[in-house]
């Protein structure tokens, strides 16, 4: 521990001050996506970019680039590596602010903010065109921003992998084609064999609104939920939000005629609140320093997407929780544990991504991560996105959207200028199969430790290889370190693979 007055401990000091102001602004984007007035939206977008503009002086001023070369000047022999990575961490991301003119950072605010209100609308009411100019000013001010940000950058990068960064850091596109690129190749088959083989998938079940939510709040209830530091509300798009050391959020929604989509939700979103609880901040001493954050958005994906796929959808946690859904709705509409399993795994190309199942889902991305492509770097005029869209989706799913809804507007992502994190989702699918696979060796199958309710088994395991590393390792470093090989596309394609035969022999 640095001494008091140490340059080390200014540092320290002014960076709490930096994330105090950070998460106000996530406490504001947390209120506007869950109960603020859709009148509000200027005015707010106001405050997110006066805000924005705060967090930039702070992070690229001279006054704290004098300090971090103080702190930095400090580092003797002993000094450990967790404060030289720190630094190191902080220095990087001081570079990339101050290459970033204040104007474009208040601008890219308000943008946004704009974006994420148009794109509300325009989503219910079915309605692109009012949207399109939001995403074309997005778009330019993003590739601004790539442009002024290249700068900064070591080595020569394309404006959509500049912008990637903070999201996967050290991700180019070579990589992600490399990792994408079996998915695409042996995907489509195992799609071709369900259509095939499957029987008629069981009807919808009308799950009414107010047992949705009960059976949320048992899961979150069953998988450590603490009313205490966690708040559960809704809003149009699931998310989960960190405003605080002891302060975690989590959205869902309910959506009609798709009766486990908020139970998924939940799930889904309580695993990323889970793997932030987790990080290793220490308290309020720590929350300062880039170790204790996220080791990238597709290790983050694939803490919420083990809780939500590899937990959630599972037979033998279908076998436990069928019972609960049928006293909650006073029938058996499933006809036993094995269709209510079924249920929760419709093995059937979809249009929305949220939605999708397991055997689809990457391909979502994989439409998405060319598209941003064509419209940051090829030319792509965002009228054209529509169409675009809905071609891609008959190349890669066989399906044509009947509305732009359940097409191009059905993501917030781009209404946020969010370019470079679809394929996190992904990512975090291949992250969390091959994890999933160092787990079982150790602790034996997944689906024995959920049928004896032993989830806490499964969480201690993550606590203790994946959620403590930070920002200490790249997201391919952290799963080589825990697997012992590097990232590859196979674990995942074996559980598909695995789970396909299952479903359908059990059929």
């Known amino acids: 521990m640095a ?91 001081l570079e990339r602010q101050r290459c970033l003119d204040p104007t474009l950072v208040a601008q890219l605010a308000k943008a946004q903010s704009r974006g994420n209100a148009l794109w509300q609308e325009a989503r219910r009411r079915n309605d692109f065109p009012s949207f399109a100019p939001a995403l074309t000013e997005l778009i330019a001010l993003r590739r601004e921003q790539a442009s002024q940000l290249a700068t900064a950058e070591s080595i020569a990068r394309s404006p959509w992998e500049t912008l990637a960064q903070p999201f996967e850091p050290e991700i180019s596109k070579a990589r992600l084609q490399e990792l994408f690129q079996p998915l695409q190749a042996r995907i489509p088959a195992l799609i071709e064999r369900v259509n095939g083989a499957a029987p008629t998938p069981p009807e919808a079940v009308a799950l009414p609104e107010s047992i949705q939510e009960g059976l949320c709040s048992q ?15 809704r809003s149009a798009h699931p998310f989960s939000c960190t405003v605080g050391p002891d302060d975690f959020r989590i959205t869902t929604r309910v959506v009609e005629g798709q009766p486990f989509s908020a139970f998924l939700a939940t799930a889904h979103e309580w695993g990323h609140s889970l793997y932030e609880q987790g990080l290793p901040r220490h308290g309020d001493h720590y929350f300062p320093w880039p170790l204790g954050e996220a080791t990238s958005m597709g290790v983050h994906e694939s803490q919420s997407l083990f809780w939500e796929c590899r937990v959630a959808r599972g037979q033998a946690f279908a076998a436990r929780w069928q019972p609960r859904f049928v006293q909650a709705l006073g029938s058996d509409p499933w006809g ?53 869209w809905n071609r891609r989706m008959v190349e ?42 160092t787990m079982e060796a150790q602790l034996g199958p997944i689906e024995s430790l959920v049928a004896s309710g032993e989830e806490a088994r499964l969480r201690g395991w993550l606590a203790e290889q994946v959620w403590p590393l930070g920002r200490s390792v790249t997201g391919d470093q952290l799963v080589e370190r825990v697997s012992g090989a590097p990232l590859s596309a196979e674990p995942f394609l074996r559980y598909l693979e695995e789970k396909v035969n299952r479903l359908l022999d059990e059929a």
């Open 3 to 93: 001494e008091v007055g140490s340059a080390h401990q200014r540092l320290r000091d002014h960076l709490h001050q930096t994330r105090l102001l950070g998460s106000i602004s996530s406490a504001l984007y947390y209120d506007q996506n869950t109960v603020m007035p859709a009148a509000g939206a200027a005015w707010r977008g106001e405050q997110l970019a006066l805000l924005a503009t705060q967090l930039h002086q702070r992070q690229s001023s001279d006054a704290y680039t004098d300090l971090l070369a103080a702190a930095e000047a400090e580092l003797g022999p002993e000094s450990s590596e967790a404060n030289r990575r720190n630094l190191a961490l902080l220095r990087l991301e």
């Open 396 to 437: 890669l799913l066989g399906l044509t959207p009947p509305n732009d809804r359940e097409g191009c507007l059905q993501d917030i992502h781009w209404a946020e200028g969010l370019f470079g994190y679809f394929p996190s989702y992904a990512l975090g699918h291949l992250i969390s199969a091959q994890v999933s696979e």
């Open 336 to 388: 036993g544990a094995h269709g209510f399993w079924r249920g929760l795994n419709p093995l059937r190309p979809g249009l929305i991504r949220v939605e999708a199942d397991e055997l689809s889902y990457t391909l979502h991305i994989v439409l998405r991560f060319a598209l941003e492509q064509a419209l940051l770097e090829e030319g792509l005029p965002v009228l054209e996105l529509p169409a675009a």
């Open 219 to 233: 899961l979150l209830d069953s998988w450590g939920y603490d009313p205490a530091r966690c708040q559960r509300s």
